[in-house]
């Protein structure tokens, strides 16, 4: 993960101190009693300011791309509760506020705009992280016709600046059809295709933060399109 955006003063915003103060507490305090005791902290200082701050998100990129005109905040924040019902781990609470802002919202394939915070930084990114086994043969078809396409959509100087490599979980084998391109771009063997990028916590304080974050959104167009059309060849 890189850093290599110039920041300005910070300027308060959509956030405070308070909201990684809170983050800071529930990492320490990890329960149900904790939470209700700090339950408004958590209303007023993250839920309400996240969902002004995805709201504004929207707005932006669907000023940038079509198909985010329809998506509500509710459509993109995750939950901050844990699904524990098959973990080993039992905490109950998220330790970050996190959206997934892509057409289709949060559950969606389509490679749109990924942002996590917590008490610690600020995750910016996107891609393709649940991809459908069907799905994937299609984006690797696409992806082999043309695999030095793919390797100089990641080694832009605008992307790579400000992600580096395209991550995802990868298959040790692939189908005999796309071996051969693999030796050209071992991404191939990925089951997974998002980059992402980390910031320090105090960059969410900033007054600019939603075009700190739609710059980083920007630099993906590129790759965002390709995986978009990949996705879309069945």
């Given at each position: 993960m890189r850093w290599r955006m110039p920041y300005p003063a910070l300027e308060m915003s959509h956030f405070t101190?308070?909201?990684?103060?809170?983050?800071?507490?529930?990492?320490?305090?990890?329960?149900?009693?904790?939470y209700a005791a700090h339950k408004s902290d958590y209303e007023h200082h993250v839920r309400d300011p996240f969902k002004a701050f995805v709201t504004e998100l929207i707005e932006a990129c669907g000023s940038r791309e079509e198909g985010y005109d329809t998506l509500?905040?509710?459509?993109?924040?995750?939950?901050?509760?844990?699904?524990?019902?098959?973990?080993?781990?039992?905490?109950?609470?998220?330790?970050?506020?996190?959206?997934?802002?892509?057409?289709?919202?949060?559950k969606s394939s389509d490679p749109g705009l990924y942002i996590h915070a917590d008490a610690h930084k600020v995750v910016v990114g996107g891609g393709v992280y649940w991809v459908e086994k069907e799905d994937l043969y299609f984006l690797r078809e696409k992806i082999a016709r043309d695999p030095q396409a793919f390797n100089a959509l990641m080694e832009?100087?605008?992307?790579?600046?400000?992600y580096g490599p395209v991550l995802g979980e990868r298959n040790v084998r692939l189908p005999k059809e796309f071996q051969a391109a693999?030796?050209?771009?071992p991404h191939l063997l990925n089951k997974q295709f998002f980059y992402m990028a980390e910031l320090?916590?105090?960059?969410?304080?900033?007054?600019?933060?939603v075009d700190?974050?739609?710059?980083?959104?920007?630099?993906?167009?590129?790759?965002?399109?390709?995986l978009r059309s990949g996705l879309q060849a069945g």
């Open positions: 101190p308070s909201f990684h103060t809170f983050f800071s507490g529930l990492e320490a305090h990890n329960d149900r009693e904790w509500a905040p509710k459509d993109c924040i995750f939950r901050i509760h844990r699904d524990t019902r098959f973990s080993k781990d039992k905490t109950p609470y998220k330790l970050h506020a996190s959206a997934g802002i892509s057409p289709g919202g949060k832009a100087p605008a992307f790579a600046s400000q693999a030796e050209q771009c320090p916590s105090r960059v969410l304080l900033q007054e600019d933060i700190v974050v739609m710059g980083f959104f920007d630099a993906a167009a590129p790759m965002r399109a390709f």
